[in-house]
């Protein structure tokens, strides 16, 4: 059972690039959401996903894209990289549904740096 | 709006001692959950441990457990017979009881070093 496996592990981006980071889970979670994590700032939400077909914003939105054709995947588009998006980016996946204490299971990071 | 707020940005404790981890959270709710999450250096997210709000009983672990005054709106975390291995960065989160949302609030982490 791989649980949320997430791709790249590390990546180096020039201003300006675009790039896809791969999210993908194999315990039928319909909720998936992508955080960053930032020294002093904790983990923030950027988008998540109740479903396949559904997708919504978080905290810090701007700058990416995300979609959800399956329920397996939720990749992550930077669009145009940018300094202020050097972070380490999370995918994390659980059960949802009224009274469901299902915890979030994490991938294990992207340490993106944008120079 | 709910939030988590986590006071000890950094402690350290003896190996095989105790030491409590503070989380104070605001919430009008009744009904939610809350989770204890451990970052060690490895940058992996874990879950520790977790508590629903309408359970008097404290969440235990192993050697982790919890003090959950839900009045007081406090969430402990306490770690016993402290090892090595339990350095690492802990946060704190709130969930509510809300149907297919599942965005967590997150406290700011606290640093725990075990010092052998």
């Known amino acids: 059972n791989a649980g949320v496996t997430q791709t790249p592990k590390f990546q180096v981006l020039k201003t300006g690039q675009s790039m896809t980071l791969q999210c993908a889970q194999d315990?039928?979670?319909?909720?998936m959401s992508w955080y960053r994590q930032d020294p002093g700032m904790g983990l923030r939400l950027i988008h998540y996903s109740v479903g396949a077909g559904i997708t919504d914003q978080g905290e810090v939105p701007n700058g990416y894209n995300v979609s959800r054709s399956t329920t397996e995947d939720f990749p992550l588009r930077l669009l145009s990289a940018a300094p202020s998006q050097t972070s380490v980016y999370f995918c994390a996946s659980s059960y949802s549904g009224q009274g469901s204490n299902s915890p979030l299971h994490f991938g294990n990071g992207t340490r993106l740096t944008v120079t | 709006a709910q939030t988590v707020t986590q006071s000890q940005p950094e402690m350290s404790v003896q190996e095989a001692e105790t030491v409590t981890l503070s989380c104070t959270y605001d919430?009008?709710?009744?009904?939610?959950?809350l989770f204890w999450y451990k970052q060690p250096p490895s940058r992996q997210m874990i879950l520790v441990i977790r508590?629903?709000?309408?359970k008097q009983q404290n969440a235990t672990e192993n050697r982790f457990s919890v003090n959950f005054q839900k009045a007081a709106k406090s969430f402990s975390l306490k770690i016993s017979d402290s090892q090595l291995g339990d350095t690492a960065m802990y946060f704190c989160?709130?969930?509510?009881?809300?149907?297919?949302?599942?965005?967590?609030?997150w406290g700011l982490g606290t640093s725990l070093g075990v010092n052998p």
């Open positions: 315990m039928n979670h319909e909720y």
């Open positions: 919430t009008s709710e009744n009904n939610y959950y």
């Open positions: 989160a709130f969930l509510r009881n809300a149907g297919n949302n599942r965005k967590l609030i």
């Open positions: 508590q629903e709000a309408y």
